[in-house]
C-alpha cells in the first residue's frame, strides 16, 4: 500500500512537533524515518497510525483518506519502542490478540499466530510471558503481531534501542528480511544513521520537525540537500571547512592555499561551507599543493583513517593502508569530484555547479 | 559509614557502637505502639484461644473443670451459631461482588474522567470520611416508613409503601445496599490506585490491534488490574466476614426479626447479656478466625498467581 502525507502539521500548544511534511512512501518499501531526539519521528508514526489526531494536512492509504479514522480501523501493526507486549498473555496469546479482536475462530487464529512465530523465529517459546523473554524475543513478538493481522503497514518506533550491539545488527537484518517476506510498506523510526542506511530503501530525515530531505538511501549519502544532512549521514562525520567562495575557488579561513572548486552559482565573495566525504580527500607525497600535518592515524580495516592538520581545523581522509602516511608527516591535500559539496553557510543550503 | 554513623549518633563519640544506640531509639519509638499491640491484641488472642478449650469456664471465679473440645461442640452444633454463619456468608457473597463490580466500573469510568475530577474526587471520598453512624441516619431517613424518601416516591407514584426496615426480607436489602454503599469508597480508591499503575501504552497497542472500548476492558484492564481486585475482594471479604455496626447501627439489633444475626452478633452476646458464656465466644471467635485465615492465605496465592 502506498502511503502520502499532504502538508502534514503537528502542534502541541506552542511546539511545531511536526511542520508541514509532504512525502510518498512507495509500496513495498522500507521507509526510515531519521533525525536527532525530539525532531518529531514518533509524532509522525503516531499520526500514521491513528493514536494522534493531525493538526493539519491530510494522510492517504493508496487513494483512501484516513486523516480522521481511528487506529482500529486503519489496519496497520504498530511495534512500539519497549514493546508493550500484554504481560499478562502469553507469546500465542499476544500475537492472538489482533485475530481475537477480529473474533477470527480461535483454531484457525492459533494456526496463522503459530505461522508468523514461526516466521520472526520465536515459535519455541509459545507458552512464555513476555517477561520470560530478552529482549530480542520481545521484539519479535512485537512484530508477528503486528503482522499477524496482515497490515498493509507496518510501523516500527526505534524497535531495536533497548538491544545490545550485536543483537541490534542482528535484528535489523531479521526486520529486513521480514519485510521481503512480507512485502507490506513499512516506516522505520531511528535516530542511528548507521542503523537506517543499513536496513531502508529510502531515508527521511527530519530536523525539528522539518523534512531534510527523502530520498533513495544512497543518494541520501552521495547528493545531501542541505549541509544538515550532509552532516547527519556518514561515519566519520563529513569534513567542513568554512571559507569563502572566490572564482571557483575556495578559500578556507583555517590555512592558506586556495582550493580549486570549479564554477558554482555562487557570487564572488560569499561564505561557503566545504564539505568533503573523508574518502574524497586525496593525500599525496609532499609536492606542490596545499602541505597539511598528519596528526593521527587509525587502522580500521584495508584503510586507515588519517587525521590532518588544517590550520585550527582537522581533515580526516581515508587512505588506503599502503600508502598510508605515519604521524608527524608532512602530506599533499587535494579532493576528488565526487563527494564534495558547497554549502551556503548561513542557511545551509547546498549550491550546485 | 562514619559520617553517617557520627549523625545518627547526635555528635557523639562516632566510635561508640551503633548498634547499641539504635536499638534503645528503636525500642523507644516503636515500644508504646507495641506495648499496644501485646496488650489489645496479642494477649486477648492467646487468652481466647486458650478460653475456648476451657470448659466450664468461669470468667469472675476464673475456673474451668478442664481443657477439651465442648465449647467448639457446643457452638458448631449451636442452631443460632449456624444461622449466624449462614447470615454472614450470604452478606459476603452478596456485599463483596456487586460492590466490587460496580467499584470496578467506576473505578475505570473515574480513570478515564479528566473533566471534573476534582468533583469526583471528593464525591467518592464523601462516605470515607463521613463516619458510619452519620450515614446510617441517611439510610434510616431514606428508607424509613413514615415520611421516608423513597416511600415518599412510592406513594407518589400510587403505589403501596413498603416497610424497608421492619420487614425480615426488606431489612436484609437495606442492609446489602448499607454495606455496598460504605464499602465503595475504600474499593473504588484501591482499584484507581491499580488502574494508575496500568502503562497506557497497552491500551494504545490495543487500539492499533483493533480492539474497541469494551475489548480493551475484558482483554487488558480487568487481567492487568486483576492482582488489586483479588487484593480488594479479600480484603473485603474478610471485613465483610466481621460485619456487624452496620447492623447495629441500622436496627440497634440485629435485624427487626433477629432476621441479621451476625457470627460477631453471636459472640457478642455470649460475652454480654445476663448469663454470659465465654467459652462459647471465644470457640466462635476462633472459628471466625479460621475463616478469615484461609481468605488471607487464599490472597497470598492469588497474589502469587496474577504477579506480572
Ligand atoms: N504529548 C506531547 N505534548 C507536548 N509536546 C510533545 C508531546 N509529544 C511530543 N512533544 C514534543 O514534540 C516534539 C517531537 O517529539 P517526538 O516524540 O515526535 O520526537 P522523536 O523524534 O520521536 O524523538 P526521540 O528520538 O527522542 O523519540 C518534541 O519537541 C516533544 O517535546
Ligand atoms: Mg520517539
Not at chain 1, 503537528?10 to 511546539?15: L, N, Q, S
Not at chain 2, 468533583?119 to 452519620?134: G, K, R
Not at chain 2, 403501596?160 to 436489602?173: D, H, K, P, V, Y
Amino acid at each position: 500500500m502506498e502511503v502520502r502525507i499532504e502538508d502534514l502539521v503537528k502542534r502541541f500548544d506552542d511546539v511545531v512537533a511536526v511542520n508541514k511534511v509532504n512525502a510518498t512512501f512507495e509500496s513495498g518499501k522500507l521507509i526510515a524515518l531519521l533525525g536527532p531526539s525530539g525532531c518529531g519521528k514518533s509524532t509522525m508514526l503516531n499520526m500514521l497510525s491513528g493514536i494522534m489526531p493531525v493538526t493539519e494536512g491530510k494522510i492517504y492509504f493508496d487513494d483512501r483518506d484516513v486523516t480522521m479514522l481511528s487506529p482500529d480501523k486503519r489496519e496497520v501493526g504498530l511495534v512500539f519502542q519497549n514493546y508493550a507486549l500484554y504481560p499478562h498473555m502469553s507469546v500465542l496469546e499476544n500475537i492472538c490478540f489482533p485475530l481475537k479482536i477480529k473474533r477470527v475462530p480461535k483454531a484457525e487464529r492459533i494456526e496463522k499466530a503459530k505461522e508468523y512465530a514461526r516466521m520472526v523465529h520465536i515459535d519455541d517459546y509459545l507458552d512464555r510471558l513476555p517477561k520470560e523473554l530478552s529482549g530480542g524475543q520481545q521484539q519479535r513478538v512485537a512484530i508477528a503481531r503486528a503482522l499477524v493481522k496482515r497490515p498493509k503497514l507496518l510501523l516500527l518506533d526505534e524497535p531495536l534501542s533497548n538491544l545490545d550491539a550485536k543483537l541490534r545488527v542482528e535484528m535489523r537484518e531479521e526486520i529486513r528480511r521480514i519485510q521481503r517476506e512480507s512485502g507490506v510498506t513499512t516506516v522505520f523510526v531511528t535516530h542511528d544513521q548507521e542503523e537506517a542506511t543499513s536496513i531502508s530503501d529510502y531515508i527521511m530525515l527530519m530536523k525539528l520537525g522539518v523534512k531534510q530531505q527523502f530520498a533513495k538511501t544512497r543518494n541520501l549519502y552521495n547528493d545531501p540537500a542541505n549541509l544538515f544532512v550532509a552532516d547527519f549521514i556518514g561515519n566519520p562525520t563529513i569534513n567542513q571547512l568554512h571559507g569563502i567562495y572566490e572564482k571557483g575557488n575556495f578559500r578556507p579561513d583555517a590555512y592558506e592555499n586556495a582550493i580549486p572548486i570549479g564554477r558554482y552559482q555562487i557570487e564572488d565573495g560569499s561564505r561557503v561551507v566545504f564539505a568533503s566525504r573523508p574518502e574524497s580527500v586525496i593525500v599525496e607525497k609532499k609536492n606542490g599543493k596545499t602541505v597539511m600535518e598528519v596528526e593521527e592515524t587509525y587502522v580500521s580495516g584495508k584503510d586507515t583513517l588519517c587525521v590532518l592538520k588544517a590550520g585550527d581545523g582537522r581533515l580526516r581522509a581515508y587512505v588506503d593502508n599502503d600508502s598510508a602516511p605515519q604521524e608527524k608527516d608532512l602530506v599533499s591535500v587535494s579532493f576528488r569530484d565526487r563527494g564534495v559539496f558547497v554549502f551556503n553557510e548561513e542557511s545551509g543550503e547546498r549550491y550546485y555547479e | 559509614m562514619s559520617k553517617k554513623t557520627k549523625r545518627y549518633n547526635g555528635g557523639r563519640d562516632p566510635d561508640e557502637k551503633f548498634e547499641t544506640s539504635m536499638i534503645g531509639k528503636i525500642a523507644l519509638f516503636l515500644g508504646p505502639f507495641m506495648l499496644g499491640i501485646v496488650i489489645f491484641t496479642i494477649y486477648p488472642f492467646i487468652n481466647a484461644f486458650l478460653m475456648s478449650f476451657k470448659e466450664n469456664f468461669s470468667i469472675l471465679r476464673n475456673t474451668f473443670s478442664g481443657w477439651g473440645l465442648a465449647n467448639y461442640r457446643k457452638v458448631l452444633n449451636d442452631p443460632i451459631f449456624l444461622s449466624g454463619l449462614k447470615t454472614t456468608i450470604k452478606y459476603v457473597v452478596i456485599v463483596v461482588p456487586i460492590s466490587l463490580i460496580i467499584s470496578i466500573v467506576i473505578a475505570v469510568l473515574l480513570n478515564n474522567t479528566r473533566r471534573f475530577k476534582a468533583i469526583l474526587q471528593t464525591a467518592y471520598f464523601m462516605p470515607l470520611v463521613t463516619s458510619t453512624a452519620a450515614i446510617s441516619l441517611v439510610f434510616r431517613f431514606i428508607f424509613a416508613n413514615e415520611g421516608g424518601l423513597i416511600n415518599k416516591i412510592i406513594t407518589t407514584l400510587g403505589q403501596t409503601q413498603i416497610n424497608f426496615l421492619g420487614t425480615n426480607r426488606w431489612s436484609e436489602f437495606v442492609l446489602y445496599i448499607f454495606g455496598i454503599w460504605n464499602i465503595l469508597p475504600f474499593t473504588i480508591i484501591l482499584l484507581l490506585a491499580g488502574l494508575q499503575n496500568i502503562d497506557p501504552q497497552y491500551y494504545t497497542a490495543a487500539k492499533v490491534d483493533g480492539a474497541k472500548t469494551l475489548d480493551i476492558f475484558t482483554n487488558i484492564t480487568v487481567p492487568l488490574l486483576s492482582p488489586t481486585i483479588a487484593l480488594v475482594a479479600i480484603v473485603n471479604s474478610i471485613s465483610a466476614f466481621k460485619v456487624f455496626d452496620y447492623v447495629f447501627q441500622l436496627y440497634n439489633k440485629p435485624g427487626p426479626g433477629y432476621n441479621l444475626y451476625t457470627i460477631i452478633y453471636y459472640i457478642y452476646e455470649k460475652f454480654g447479656g445476663t448469663k454470659p458464656q465465654y467459652g462459647h465466644a471465644a470457640a466462635a471467635s476462633i472459628v471466625l478466625f479460621f475463616i478469615i485465615a484461609v481468605f488471607t492465605l487464599l490472597q497470598r496465592v492469588l497474589q502469587k498467581k496474577t504477579n506480572y
